[in-house]
């Protein structure tokens, strides 16, 4: 199992190119840089794209042609106008051959041993923003299917999904932009048959930059890599939501609304270590939402869901057995409104003082939701 470090840095200065070369000024590289994740504040879209030329200029001259995936999402930080970058970091095993190839003018990397195969993909994103949520969704599981077909990697391999959604609770024409994309979602992911549950995924709302897919498969004929999706006995799993919690119309063509086809988490399991991928997680028990709370309760809720989803309770349903101990490593908390900060870093702090996290703005699926947290834990056996 490829071990993975997952930390956060904060850009100084007052444009996005300062911002942007001093993350890189202060980044020491502790293994190998596997995928970056900006997260800023434009103002539009022709900023984004400005932005986003920029930090495909800047990584290209840090990293050269073994560059890792990158993306961008228009996600700010309540902590003022300042640039974030997620890094993970990943320390390849003994015996395996990393690829930095490209499909088209969508890079992508492979990592290979003679019966393992992981696909990351950073930055998936249709040609046009000006394209609807629907369309430029299609444009990009055409992409994605293209890559797998080419890699002989099947769809079902995916256990790990971001979809950084524009304005994700509006609508246009009666259609919500969430569920217009958990169609075009559905209609991709019927292309297969998900033998071991629905990648863990996190759906969030950006102020601009259309849609944006980031990804992690994993492909192996290696008997001793289990890969096993967790749910929650807290939470209806989210691919069998009833229609009641759907919002909008229904889809012309099909005449109905499609869930969202993920699982509570991913759990990928070799040997002696486990990795828990926990998807977007916020206040809903069952399927309805906690509402009229403050961010406080909305956030204690939150954290208790995933505290349930990787208790030994949740693995041992789950097949998992044997766990010696579980390790939260790493949180992402988006919060509806910036001034929900303090209350919600005090709660999380309160709980786990010192794990590596970052705060940042964008809305939930849900309107009544005002915070989703998503992480990554360790297992050891």
């Not at 293209?146 to 524009?166: A, G, H, M, T, V």
């Not at 969030?204 to 930059?209: D, N, R």
């Not at 944006?212 to 008997?223: F, G, Q, R, V, Y």
């Amino acid at each position: 199992m490829q071990q993975v470090n997952t930390s956060y840095l904060k850009g100084q200065g007052i444009t996005v190119e300062e911002q942007i070369a001093n993350i890189f000024s202060v980044y020491k590289q502790k293994g190998l840089t596997i995928r970056l994740v900006f997260f800023g504040n434009p103002s539009n879209n022709e900023e984004y794209q400005a932005h986003l030329k920029l930090i495909a200029r800047t990584v290209h001259q840090n990293f050269g042609d073994e560059s890792p995936v990158f993306s961008y999402a228009a996600q700010p930080s309540p902590e003022g106008n300042h640039l974030f970058v997620e890094v993970v970091e990943i320390i390849p095993e003994t015996g395996t051959q990393v690829y930095y190839k490209r499909s088209k003018d969508q890079p992508y990397i492979v990592i290979e041993s003679s019966k393992t195969k992981k696909l990351f993909l950073g930055g998936v994103k249709a040609d046009s923003l000006e394209l609807s949520i629907s369309k430029q969704s299609d444009a990009i599981f055409s992409k994605l299917e293209e890559i797998f077909s080419l890699e002989k990697i099947p769809i079902f391999s995916i256990i790990r999904q971001w979809n950084y959604i524009e304005q994700i609770v509006n609508k246009a024409d009666g259609r919500q932009n969430y569920q217009e994309f958990n169609d075009s979602r559905t209609r991709f992911y019927n292309k297969t048959t998900w033998e071991n549950g629905f990648p863990a995924a996190t759906g969030v709302g950006t102020s601009c930059g259309g849609v944006t897919i980031d990804l992690e498969a994993l492909h192996s004929d290696d008997p001793d890599i289990k890969i096993v999706a967790l749910n929650n006995s807290l939470q209806v799993p989210a691919h069998a939501y009833s229609p009641r919690v759907l919002i909008g119309e229904e889809d012309e063509e099909t005449g109905q609304k499609t869930t969202p086809k993920f699982e509570r988490a991913k759990l990928v399991h070799y040997g002696k270590k486990g990795i828990i991928h926990i998807s977007g997680t916020a206040a809903i028990r069952g399927e309805i939402s906690l509402e009229n709370v403050g961010i406080e309760e909305q956030t204690i809720i939150t954290l208790e869901n995933i505290e349930h989803l990787i208790s030994n309770g949740t693995l041992v349903a789950a097949g998992i057995e044997n766990v010696a101990g579980t390790r939260l490593c790493s949180f992402r908390v988006y919060l509806k409104e910036g001034h929900f900060f303090e209350s919600a870093k005090k709660t999380v702090e309160e709980r786990y003082a010192g794990l590596p996290a970052v705060y940042l703005i964008g809305d939930v699926c849900r309107e009544e939701l005002l915070v989703e947290i998503e992480g990554v834990a360790s297992i050891d056996f």
